[in-house]
């Protein structure tokens, strides 16, 4: 499970340069070639120099696009992972959340690579998703979820910003908007 997103942070405070359409719509942007299209909610912006695109997997980071928004401050992050990735999650709920809570598990999720330094606190299914609530020394509580589209694992998270805090249910809230805008993004995609 190398593509749990773990140490691509203290990137984000105020985007200069970020990636959304007019009109305040959600910010979307390709990804592997066009095989599947990364969307973001509105009011925040994709950074393209933070982003990362091989061909194989993709790294999609996001924040608030301005500080004048009304949204909530939050580093938004979509990792991509490559074909058949998905097959992971035919394991269930109940397996993943098992794998979550090892010791390998909680390395793979925290920031610093290091079982000691993440809690999983929670973890259940919504629309699909598999959401993990984890509480990790780096940045504090935080939300992560785990879709299949087209045979790719999608992971998606929502986490506080580094100059401060996000409550957990605004941060839950951030990461279902996020989960449904990108598969509407993608319902139309071969």
Same mark, same amino acid.
């Given at each position: 499970?190398?593509?749990?997103?773990?140490?691509?942070?203290? %990137? =984000?405070?105020?985007?200069?340069? +970020?990636?959304?359409?007019?009109? &305040?719509?959600?910010? #979307?942007?390709?990804?592997?070639?066009?095989?599947?299209?990364?969307?973001?909610?509105? &009011?925040? +912006?994709?950074?393209?120099?933070?982003?990362?695109?091989?061909?194989?997997?993709?790294? #999609?980071?996001?924040?608030?696009?301005?500080?004048?928004?009304?949204?909530?401050?939050?580093?938004?992050?979509?990792?991509?992972?490559?074909?058949?990735?998905?097959?992971?999650?035919?394991?269930?709920? $109940?397996?993943?959340?098992?794998?979550?809570?090892?010791?390998?598990? !909680?390395?793979?999720?925290?920031?610093?690579?290091?079982?000691?330094?993440?809690? #999983? !606190?929670? *973890?259940? %299914?919504?629309?699909?998703?598999? =959401?993990?609530?984890?509480?990790? !020394?780096?940045?504090?509580?935080?939300?992560?979820?785990?879709?299949?589209?087209?045979? $790719?694992?999608?992971? #998606? @998270?929502?986490?506080?910003?580094?100059?401060?805090?996000?409550? =957990?249910?605004?941060? $839950?809230?951030?990461?279902?908007?996020?989960? *449904?805008?990108?598969?509407?993004?993608?319902?139309? @995609?071969?």
């Amino acid at each position: 499970m190398a593509i749990w997103i773990g140490r691509a942070f203290p %990137v =984000l405070f105020l985007l200069a340069a +970020c990636v959304a359409p007019g009109g &305040g719509g959600a910010a #979307v942007t390709p990804v592997l070639g066009g095989a599947l299209t990364v969307a973001v909610p509105a &009011g925040y +912006c994709i950074d393209p120099r933070a982003s990362h695109d091989d061909g194989r997997s993709a790294l #999609v980071i996001a924040g608030r696009c301005a500080a004048d928004r009304p949204v909530p401050a939050a580093v938004l992050t979509v990792s991509v992972g490559g074909e058949g990735s998905s097959a992971i999650l035919k394991a269930g709920a $109940r397996a993943l959340t098992d794998w979550a809570r090892s010791p390998a598990g !909680r390395a793979a999720l925290a920031r610093d690579g290091k079982a000691g330094s993440v809690a #999983v !606190r929670e *973890t259940l %299914v919504w629309d699909g998703a598999f =959401l993990i609530r984890l509480e990790d !020394r780096a940045t504090g509580p935080y939300w992560r979820a785990a879709i299949g589209l087209k045979g $790719r694992l999608v992971m #998606v @998270s929502v986490s506080p910003p580094a100059q401060g805090g996000l409550p =957990l249910e605004e941060g $839950r809230e951030i990461l279902e908007r996020a989960i *449904t805008g990108i598969k509407r993004a993608n319902a139309a @995609s071969p």
